[in-house]
T-cell receptor, first 112, second 115 residues
Framework: GENVEQHPSTLSVQEGDSAVIKCTYS??????FPWYKQELGKGPQLIID?????GEKKDQRIAVTLNKTAKHFSLHITETQPEDSAVYFC???????????FGAGTILRVKS | NAGVTQTPKFQVLKTGQSMTLQCAQD?????MYWYRQDPGMGLRLIYY???????DKGEVPNGYNVSRLNKREFSLRLESAAPSQTSVYFC??????????????FGDGTRLSIL
């Protein structure tokens, strides 16, 4: 089955710097790659997603890139702010049924 | 804007007790899911329901049962709780349109401790 690996497990950046989180997946048939942000005591919230027919997608300070050949995708956060501090999860899925396989998560700390 | 509502938010059980976790969504979504979240392991799918009247096993179904009561509600039952089931449980829903995948919307979780 699908396996998703996520790195790093923790990431500390200064406010205003950029943060990059990387994920690799094993199943070349996966075609949907969402990113979720989880704040303390809350459920994960979708922040951006990308499908296999697109190489890059941006939404204000957040961008995701996908390399299908290498089977990896990355989350880029620019101009980080303290409120970006949270746990971020990547995931991969294929086909109907929408079964998502999650990475183990990255704890992002933005220091002011 | 309720979205996905889970009850209870916290629960402590003794080994061997039974319990049902409740989940309801008000977004008219077809698909619903139960995950468990353990430290360092991300979220793992326990069971899912692609549509009303259907349920299927996920990655870690042992020790759990589910019921899709209607389109809105999807419950998770622990028949005989074990300490290994101590976890945070999340319910999610999505509006699937085959063959595309659609975003999943999560509740805020049930924190379950089994002594």
């Amino acid at each position: 089955g699908e396996n998703v690996e996520q790195h790093p497990s923790t990431l500390s950046v200064q406010e205003g710097d950029s943060a990059v989180i990387k994920c690799t997946y094993s199943d070349s048939a996966s075609n949907y790659f969402p990113w979720y942000k989880q704040e303390l005591g809350k459920g994960p919230q979708l922040i951006i997603d990308i499908r296999s027919n697109v190489g890059e997608k941006k939404d204000q300070r957040i961008a995701v890139t996908l390399n299908k050949t290498a089977k990896h995708f990355s989350l880029h956060i620019t101009e980080t702010q303290p409120e970006d501090s949270a746990v971020y999860f990547c995931a991969a899925s294929k086909g109907y049924g929408n079964k998502l396989v999650f990475g183990a998560g990255t704890i992002l700390r933005v220091k002011s | 804007n309720a979205g996905v509502t889970q009850t209870p938010k916290f629960q402590v059980l003794k080994t061997g007790q039974s319990m049902t976790l409740q989940c309801a969504q008000d977004m008219n979504h077809n698909s619903m899911y139960w995950y468990r979240q353990d430290p360092g392991m991300g979220l793992r799918l326990i069971y899912y329901s692609a549509s009303e009247g259907t349920t299927d096993k996920g990655e870690v179904p042992n020790g759990y049962n589910v019921s899709r009561l209607n389109k809105r509600e999807f419950s998770l039952r622990l028949e005989s709780a074990a300490p290994s089931q101590t976890s945070v449980y999340f319910c999610a829903s999505s509006q699937d349109r085959s063959p595309s995948n659609q975003p999943q919307h999560f509740g805020d979780g049930t924190r379950l401790s089994i002594l």
